[in-house]
C-alpha cells in the first residue's frame, strides 16, 4: 500500500497550485493549502513552521508579478530561503519548485532573474531538491497575444515554441514530490515542438481572431533577446500529453 503523505504546496490557490492540491487529495495524500491570504507566507514567514509540521515535502508555485527586477528577485530569493529554512526543522525530505526552461539564459528578462535567484536559493540551501523547469503554459497563451499585439497584427519572435497544459505540470510536480529528490533540474515541456507564430495562430483560429501572426527575429522576450531553442528544453525533458488543440478544445 502506498504511504499517505503530507505535501505542503505553497501557491496551493494558483493555477498549477490547485491543480497540484487535487490531485494530492485523489490520490489519498494530504495536501496543505498554503497562500498568504489563508496566513502562510512564504515571503514574510509568517504561518511556515505551523504548516511543515510532520511534512514529507513541499511544492512551490507560488508567484508574484512585476516588471521590477529587483522587486521580483526579491520576492522569490526571499520566499526560497524562508521556506528552506523553515523547511530544515521539521526534517522536510523534498523541496520541488516550479522554474521555466532556460531561465539561466534568459535573465536579461527580469522575470527570468528572478526565477534564477529563486533556482539559487534552493540549490544552495543544503536541503533536497528538484527544480522542474516548464515551458509556456497554454493557458498563458492569452497574456503573450496581448504583450505582442499592435497595429491589428500579432508578432512575435522567430523561435520555437513547446508549451504545456497546467494539467499536465501540475501532474507532473506531484509526481516529482512524491519521488526520490534529483537535487538538480528536469525539464518538462508540452508534447508538440512548432515555431511559437504557429501556437498562437492556432490560438487566434479558435477564438475567431483574424488578425495576422508574424515571427520577427530582431523582436525580443520581455527584454531577453533569444534565438530559435531558448524556449525550449536542449537535452531530454518529461513530456506532458495535452496538444494545444486538445486544450482548446476544453
Ligand atoms: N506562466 C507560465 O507559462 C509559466 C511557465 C513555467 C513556470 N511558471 C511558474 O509557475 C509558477 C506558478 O504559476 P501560476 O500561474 O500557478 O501562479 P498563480 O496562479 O499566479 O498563483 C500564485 C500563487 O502564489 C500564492 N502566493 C503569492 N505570494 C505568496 C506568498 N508570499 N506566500 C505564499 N503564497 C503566495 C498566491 O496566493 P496568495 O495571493 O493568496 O498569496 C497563489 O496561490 C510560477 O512560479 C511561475 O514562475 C509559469
Do not use: C
Not at 75 to 101: C, W, Y
Amino acid at each position: 500500500m502506498t504511504k499517505i503523505k503530507k505535501v505542503v504546496v505553497i501557491g496551493g490557490t494558483g493555477l498549477i497550485g490547485s491543480k497540484a492540491v487535487k490531485l494530492l487529495h485523489d490520490a489519498g495524500h494530504e495536501a496543505v493549502v498554503a497562500s498568504s491570504r489563508n496566513g502562510i507566507n512564504a515571503y514574510t514567514g509568517e504561518g511556515l513552521a505551523e504548516a511543515l509540521a510532520g511534512a514529507d515535502a513541499v511544492i512551490d508555485v507560488s508567484n508574484m508579478m512585476s516588471f521590477d527586477r529587483d522587486v521580483i528577485t526579491d520576492f522569490f530569493a526571499t520566499s526560497s530561503r524562508n521556506l528552506m529554512g523553515a523547511e530544515r526543522a521539521p526534517g522536510v525530505r523534498h523541496h520541488v519548485v516550479l522554474s521555466i526552461v532556460n531561465a539561466d539564459q534568459l535573465a536579461a528578462n527580469p522575470y527570468m532573474a528572478g526565477k534564477l535567484a529563486q533556482e539559487e536559493a534552493v540549490a544552495t540551501s543544503g536541503q533536497a531538491f528538484t527544480i522542474v523547469r516548464a515551458t509556456q503554459f497554454h493557458e498563458f497563451t492569452e497574456t503573450l497575444v496581448d504583450a505582442y499585439s499592435a497595429d491589428g497584427a500579432v508578432t512575435v519572435p522567430d523561435i520555437d515554441f513547446q508549451p504545456i497544459a497546467a494539467d499536465d505540470v501540475a501532474a507532473a510536480l506531484v509526481e516529482a514530490a512524491l519521488s526520490e529528490p534529483k537535487n538538480g533540474t528536469v525539464d518538462l515541456a508540452g508534447p508538440e515542438r512548432a515555431p511559437f507564430r504557429s501556437f498562437v495562430s492556432t490560438y487566434l483560429d479558435a477564438k475567431g481572431d483574424n488578425r495576422p501572426v508574424n515571427a520577427d527575429a530582431a523582436v525580443d522576450y520581455f527584454g531577453a533577446p533569444v534565438m530559435a531553442g531558448s524556449l525550449v528544453p536542449g537535452g531530454d525533458s518529461i513530456k506532458g500529453r495535452i496538444t494545444i488543440a486538445e486544450w482548446l478544445r476544453v
